[in-house]
């Protein structure tokens, strides 16, 4: 087979190895294997699942490196791809990416690239569907705080909060950012608008970290209003979820919290096509598209949308795969 045909052919296969990997790291195949090898008997058992179908699954999975079959005793163990996913961030991250929540959308919704106007998408309804699934909230929710996790210290260090007293984090999911925020800066205090269905895991974590009487979880909708009495706004992998014209609602909104002066920091990819990250960047910037008709920005993008909302950029520095836009309000 030439380079081409097998690099069809693994892009043809792809959707479905990859959803049948998200099917058995939901239901732990990985864990139970990484106690002892099992047959598909064994561990359809232990999972309440099909033997033969979980079998021939497991098949379609080896030859794609994913989990090793041993023909002498006829049992299953880890491949050193699924030993990774042991790691809980990584599988958290590769089951929200490739979750059959999202694989529907995506196909239902492909069809946006002939639409010119588009006018009703919108991730609106991500959210209000994942309030209603607990399971799906669940999953959204511990992605995001895994991805914040992963670049927080170089967020933390590019926020300048010296002459900050009160930070509010806009759409702040469990609180990791304003909790880090607050932690690395301790004249300050601190609060977090989202979603009602966001308090109960934003009062865990701020109660575990001893924070309760800094920061405080304000229940809202930023395209209405955001709570003024803060000088500092922080707005990390909101804007990507939003077209144009609601980032502009959104941002006038921040506008009108603010005092001239005062400083709003976005933290997004900035799409730029020498990015190391490139690749990435534009699987969000097209995920994005398809899912609610919202995209990744370029600097320029940035600088449109914030000067028509009343902000000039100050500063861009990068933090991995984003950057940190601060915006001062004029
Ligand atoms: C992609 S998540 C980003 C979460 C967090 N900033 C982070 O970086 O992990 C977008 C967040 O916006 C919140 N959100 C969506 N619509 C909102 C609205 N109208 N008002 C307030 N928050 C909203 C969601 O609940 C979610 O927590």
Known sequence: MSD???????LMTTPLIS??????????????LAESPKTSQELSGILSLDADKLNRALFALTFNGIYTFNEQTYKWSNSPLTDALLD???????????CPYFYKKLAQKVSIIKDVQHKDESCESVFVEAAENPDLLKLFQDAMTIVTHGNINEIVQAIDLTSASRVLDIGGGEGGLICELVKANHHITGGNLDREENR???????QSL??????????????????QGFDTLTIKHVLHDWNDEDCLKILTNCRNALEIGNKLYIIDM??????????????????MMILGNAKERTEENFENLLRQAGFRISS???ARMD???EAVAI
């Open 270 to 287: 900035v799409l730029n096509n020498t990015d190391p990250n490139r690749k990435l960047q534009r699987f969000f910037d097209v995920k």
């Open 316 to 318: 861009i520095s990068k």
């Open 210 to 227: 001893g924070l309760g009487n800094k920061i405080n979880f304000f229940s809202g909708n930023f395209f209405v209003t955001i709570p």
């Open 4 to 10: 081409i045909e097998s690099h069809l052919l693994s």
């Open 19 to 32: 959803i049948l990997l998200n099917f058995t790291l939901e239901h732990e195949v990985h864990k139970k």
């Open 323 to 325: 950057s940190v836009i």
């Open 88 to 98: 809980d961030h990584k599988c958290t991250l590769f089951r929200w990416n490739t």
């Open 200 to 206: 109960a895991s934003n009062e865990e974590l701020i």
